[in-house]
């Protein structure tokens, strides 16, 4: 008998988050999703974008899936309690927008990736960057089986390998070839102002795109940065 699919849990009720929770549920995961407040303020959404999704709680959506999905606003990552998602594995599928987050320099620093800053929020939770580079009208748009042609390619990134089998097996079930590119330090190659950054490409093309990373301008920025900063501690 088939083992039950895991219960993907979603914080945010956005774009982003109602597009993922359509993938899952398009291959029968079990969705939970939370927005900020109370579930029912998010229920009509929920019913209209995602049907079949449950809304809850953000502490029930922590406590109850199997894999968290984090597609909030990035400035807000610290309204999500550690507590519920010990041990949990979470994916950040979070970018700074300063538009939306406001002018932060500390989600703006190029000698940490913006994942690296939620793990150190979630210490006892195994985060594992994925979801984040692609626009969510290409993400809706543009799952297909395994071996298909043309497939589109979603870069991850974490520090334990078996976390990344996880994400790459969800990763190609709804419908992406997973491309690894590193640990989380190295996910700044997914973040904005990289070439990945907006991406809709298949998988050959994010590796090469991620390989050429640190000769690129922000890459020779970050680089230069994080000497800096080495050099500085040293």
Same mark, same amino acid.
């Not at 989600?107 to 979801?131: G, I």
């Not at 904005?192 to 050959?204: K, M, Q, T």
């Given at each position: 008998?088939?083992?039950?699919?895991?219960?993907?849990?979603?914080?945010?009720?956005?774009?982003?988050?109602?597009?993922?929770?359509?993938?899952?549920?398009?291959? @029968?995961?079990?969705?939970?999703? %939370? #927005? $900020?407040?109370?579930?029912?303020? !998010?229920?009509?959404?929920? /019913?209209?974008? &995602?049907?079949?999704?449950?809304?809850?709680?953000?502490?029930?959506?922590?406590?109850?899936?199997?894999?968290?999905?984090?597609?909030?606003?990035?400035?807000?990552?610290?309204?999500?309690?550690?507590?519920?998602?010990?041990?949990?594995?979470?994916?950040?599928?979070?970018?700074?927008?300063?538009?939306?987050?406001?002018?932060?320099?500390?989600?703006?620093?190029?000698?940490?990736?913006?994942?690296?800053?939620?793990?150190?929020?979630?210490?006892?939770?195994?985060?594992?960057?994925?979801?984040?580079?692609?626009?969510?009208?290409?993400? @809706?748009?543009?799952?297909?089986? %395994? #071996? $298909?042609?043309?497939?589109?390619? !979603?870069?991850?990134?974490? /520090?334990?390998? &078996?976390?990344?089998?996880?994400?790459?097996?969800?990763?190609?079930?709804?419908?992406?070839?997973?491309?690894?590119?590193?640990?989380?330090?190295?996910?700044?190659?997914?973040?904005?102002?990289?070439?990945?950054?907006?991406?809709?490409?298949?998988?050959?093309?994010?590796?090469?795109?991620?390989?050429?990373?640190?000769?690129?301008?922000?890459?020779?920025?970050?680089?230069?940065?994080?000497?800096?900063?080495?050099?500085?501690?040293?």
């Amino acid at each position: 008998m088939a083992e039950p699919l895991p219960t993907i849990g979603i914080l945010g009720a956005g774009k982003v988050g109602t597009v993922l929770a359509r993938l899952f549920l398009a291959e @029968d995961f079990p969705v939970l999703i %939370a #927005g $900020s407040g109370d579930p029912s303020r !998010i229920e009509l959404i929920v /019913d209209v974008l &995602a049907p079949g999704a449950r809304a809850a709680s953000a502490d029930a959506v922590s406590a109850q899936a199997d894999i968290v999905i984090l597609a909030l606003p990035l400035g807000k990552y610290t309204s999500v309690s550690p507590a519920p998602l010990e041990g949990t594995l979470v994916i950040d599928a979070m970018n700074y927008w300063w538009e939306v987050d406001g002018v932060r320099d500390d989600l703006n620093d190029p000698r940490v990736s913006t994942s690296e800053l939620v793990q150190r929020w979630l210490p006892r939770s195994r985060v594992v960057k994925a979801f984040n580079h692609m626009g969510y009208h290409d993400l @809706d748009e543009g799952p297909q089986p %395994a #071996g $298909s042609a043309g497939r589109r390619a !979603i870069g991850i990134a974490g /520090d334990d390998e &078996a976390d990344l089998d996880v994400v790459a097996r969800v990763v190609d079930a709804v419908g992406f070839d997973p491309v690894r590119v590193g640990s989380l330090h190295d996910s700044i190659s997914l973040q904005p102002e990289s070439e990945l950054f907006g991406a809709n490409l298949a998988a050959d093309q994010v590796r090469a795109a991620a390989e050429r990373f640190p000769r690129s301008e922000r890459g020779r920025i970050v680089a230069a940065a994080r000497a800096d900063h080495l050099a500085a501690r040293s």
